[in-house]
Nanobody, 120 residues
């Protein structure tokens, strides 16, 4: 059993910053790519950023230069530092990880989501 637990969401004013965290736990043998997705009301879930176990990163064009993804492999944790937040960044943010469990299978896992609201 694997769990992804997110934290750090909330209400922030435009121009503010937030840092999201996502910790993976359970019968984990190896974590490959970890990432963040978001889903705004009435829209499809979209990739925000992801990062490989080696530290290579990939960002959606809309957040390049604004958000920074990082990870701590020793803690099985991925972070998303969000700066200069805009109302259009309002969404539920989901953590995702591609994991090989101790039993051998490789699966995509998702967190429960954390709400980020940017509003004055």
């Amino acid at each position: 059993q694997v769990q992804l637990v997110e934290s750090g969401g909330g209400l922030v004013q435009p121009g503010g910053s937030l840092r999201l965290s996502c910790a993976a736990s359970g019968s984990i043998a190896n974590i490959y790519t970890m990432g963040w997705y978001r889903q705004a009301p009435g829209k499809q879930r979209e990739l925000v950023a992801d990062i490989t176990s080696g530290g290579s990163t990939n960002y959606a064009g809309s957040v390049k230069g604004q958000f920074t993804i990082s990870r701590d492999n020793a803690k099985n944790t991925v972070y998303l530092q969000m700066t200069s937040l805009k109302p259009e960044d309002t969404a539920v943010y989901y953590c995702n990880a591609y994991i090989r469990v101790v039993a051998g299978s490789r699966l995509d896992y998702w967190g429960q989501g954390t709400q980020v609201t940017v509003s004055s």
